[in-house]
């Protein structure tokens, strides 16, 4: 079946790839189903916990995006993780723009 | 009964959540319990207190094994479940089981359905609203140079922010408090046959009332919160709406945990401007940096959790932090436990609103069942400590800090009363 390709990389190194991503869901939502560890996404995926917290392939950061106010406040929270390519993955809508997407699970706190 | 000299050991011997003097100096108990028997089994409410971060993240990870579901229905109306439902049948409407009390994979379905009146960006659009709720409410106590925190302040505030919030009338505010009183009666509280009754013809107005503005909204929606829970939809056919029941119970809910919550956050933030005078400082400097704010907000719910402890109940026998529980065991997570624990958070009690791990409080819960109103929780706080620290100045206790009551509830550790003083900022 086509679906959009992503690619996360675990805290322990593992790589995760994922091929049949769907445009109508997040990045969180895909890694969730694939059971990528270190996304735990405890709010449900409303923009208000941190802990499906992301850092973006220096490639992709572009056409992801940057956050916006909402998710700036919530990433401030980790902010002695945050790194310029931070997200969370619960705010990136998955498209076919973003097919072959590559992201790092951020570390727990 | 406990005293300052009782060791640790006589703590864990004697001490249970129903000692006056644990009540009101808790901490001793919560650190001599984590260091020597941390799922503590306390014989006088028959429930397990489990006191580590650690152990309570284990049991917000497994939902199946630690149920919300057996131990709420357990509890609810105890002895007189078949009569209380079947007078909320014929005099209330009908018998609406709390939906969002339940375990996955029912309770993923609830949730999801409730989740988009509460994101974070949602409850952005909310801040004007807020904000001029916690200004109407400062336009009258700023002259008085004094108020009760909790009274004139906190509970008020509280309940106009849910009418708006929700879409219900202001005239309601007195029946509120009653019909607050009559829905948490019915877990985890003693009531003889006589209150039972008493508390049911409460809950039966409380639920006229709500179907009514539901029936209104399903109607005619508008921008509020019972609009978005009547019309609320995922995906598609079966189960892609609430049922009208599941609804009926989830405004219920919604009215009920969103007010005495939030109402005791907002207390302990005052007491926390009362007694914190480098706290306050810092939010008088700083107090247009969002940033600073949110993290200010975060500490206080650390220190001060509103909720210090909610029940689940085991499905199986299960080892929890060295302790085999059998099924059926009642459990509370403390969480003012787990948030003053010093190998998670370094000198607990220092209000630090630098902390690293600044959102690792559990005091929003954890798991499936995080409190699905913590964005809104956090805007209220925030946008009142911003006004209050704008407007006024010098809060000051005028009791004496050990002679503050807190009521004698289980779950939630709440003021009774907090009389202040301050003056008007120039």
Not at chain 2, 375 to 400: P, S, Y
Request: with cysteine; aromatic share 6%; proline share 4%.
């Amino acid at each position: 079946m086509s679906g959009i390709a992503v690619t996360l990389t675990q805290q322990d190194g593992t790589v995760v790839g994922i091929d049949d991503a769907q445009q109508s869901e997040s990045l969180m939502e895909a890694a969730r189903r694939a059971g990528v560890a270190g996304i735990v996404a405890e709010c449900g995926g409303v923009c208000s916990c941190a802990t499906c917290h992301v850092y973006v392939a220096e490639d992709w950061i572009g056409k992801v995006g940057e956050p916006d106010e909402v998710e700036d406040e919530m990433l401030d929270m980790v902010d002695h993780i945050r790194r310029p390519t931070s997200r969370l993955s619960c705010q990136i809508r998955l498209s076919d723009e973003l097919d072959g997407l590559e992201a790092e699970v951020a570390p727990d706190l | 009964m406990a005293s300052a000299t009782t060791t640790e050991e006589q703590l864990i011997a004697e001490g249970t959540l129903l000692d006056p003097v644990v009540h009101k100096h808790p901490r001793q108990f919560y650190a001599a319990m984590r260091k020597l028997d941390p799922v503590h089994y306390d014989k006088s409410i028959d429930m397990w207190l489990v006191s580590r971060w650690e152990d309570i993240q284990e049991i917000q990870r497994d939902p199946i094994t630690y149920s919300v579901n057996k131990g709420y229905h357990e509890q609810q109306a105890k002895g007189f479940a078949a009569e209380f439902q079947q007078i909320l049948r014929e005099k209330g409407g009908g018998y609406f089981p709390d939906a969002i009390m339940s375990d996955p994979p029912y309770h993923t379905r609830v949730r999801k359905l409730m989740e988009n009146a509460f994101t974070a960006h949602r409850v952005k659009e909310l801040e004007p609203r807020i904000e001029a709720e916690v200004n109407g409410l400062i336009d009258e106590i700023e002259d008085r140079g004094e108020m009760d925190a909790v009274k004139d302040f906190a509970q008020p505030l509280t309940i106009r922010i849910i009418c708006e919030q929700l879409g219900l009338d202001w005239d309601i505010k007195e029946k509120i408090a009653r019909w607050s009183i009559a829905v948490t009666a019915q877990i985890g509280r003693m009531q003889d046959r006589a209150e039972m009754l008493e508390h049911a013809e409460q809950i039966c107005d409380l639920q006229h009332y709500i179907i009514g503005k539901m029936r209104e909204r399903q109607a005619d929606p508008r921008e509020d919160m019972i609009s978005d829970l009547v019309h609320a939809k995922e995906g598609d056919g079966e189960g892609s709406v609430l049922t009208f029941e599941e609804a009926v119970s989830l405004v219920r809910a919604l009215l009920i945990a969103g007010n005495e919550t939030t109402a005791t956050a907002l207390s302990n933030l005052v007491y926390i401007l009362a007694t914190q005078p480098d706290v306050l400082k810092k939010l008088q400097d700083s107090v247009d940096d969002d940033k600073l704010m949110n993290r200010f907000v975060e500490e206080l719910l650390r220190i001060e959790p509103p909720v210090r402890a909610l029940s689940r109940m085991t499905t199986k026998e299960v080892e929890l932090g060295g302790t085999v529980l059998p099924e059926g065991a009642h459990l509370l997570l403390m969480y003012a436990s787990a948030n003053d624990e010093p190998e998670v958070f370094p000198e607990p009690r220092e209000f630090d609103m630098e902390r690293k791990n600044i959102i690792k409080h559990v005091s929003f819960g954890g798991g499936v069942h995080k409190c699905v109103g913590l964005a809104l929780a956090r805007m209220e706080i925030k946008v009142a400590a911003r006004q209050l620290v704008r407007r006024l100045k010098n809060f000051r206790l005028a009791i004496a800090e050990d002679d503050i009551a807190f009521l004698p509830t289980v779950a939630t550790r709440t003021m009774e009363s907090l009389p202040v003083t301050f003056e008007k900022v120039a």
